[in-house]
């Protein structure tokens, strides 16, 4: 009985960590940054998850209809270019102006700007606004979670960003040739009548 109770507690408080978590990234981004406590890698993951299984479900069930494949891609996304960007952003950091902070307090930068972004994204028209969004929120979280200034703040999201652009479009052919190749295994030769 104490067991229930106490679970039913703890969910409850995680419910009210998750929502008042975004109300202040939405509200006041600078405040929330800079009263951030070093909360390692849990904690941030869980608020991107949540958000990220949001995203997924409305994005599966209104825009793209009922793919599982895709859902599952989605959530890959929605979890993984947080911790991704977060690296990239950490390596170029130590590679050009030493190191800072950890990786982990990066990542729940990353992770938590990401969270209220995710909750909108799934609106196609939307993107143009959340994507600059999600950079202005990583930026105040660079410079007041990981005491960075305003110009190392805007070079590292630029530089990350770039990068992660970069090895995308580089990757694009490689994954188109390798599209194919899946595809025509699938298929049976055919003999050609002549």
Known sequence: MQETARMESNMLRQRLDYFQTITTLIRAPRAFFSDMPDQGWQLPAKICGISAIFHVVVSCTYIFGRSVPLAVVLLCNAMLMPLITASLTYM??????????????????????????LLISWVPAVGM????????????????????????????????FAALLLFIWSALPVLTDLKHVLFSLGEEPTLSQS
């Not at 590679?95 to 982990?104: A, C, H, P, Q, V």
């Not at 105040?140 to 979670?145: P, R, W």
């Open 92 to 117: 170029f950091m130590t590679m050009f102006m030493g190191r800072k902070t950890s990786l982990s307090r990066m990542y729940a930068v990353f992770a938590l700007a990401s969270a209220p972004v």
């Open 129 to 160: 606004i959340t994507e600059p969004w999600r950079m202005l929120l990583i930026g105040f979280g660079l410079n007041k979670a990981c005491s960075l200034s305003w110009k190392q703040s805007a070079l590292l999201v630029l530089l990350a």
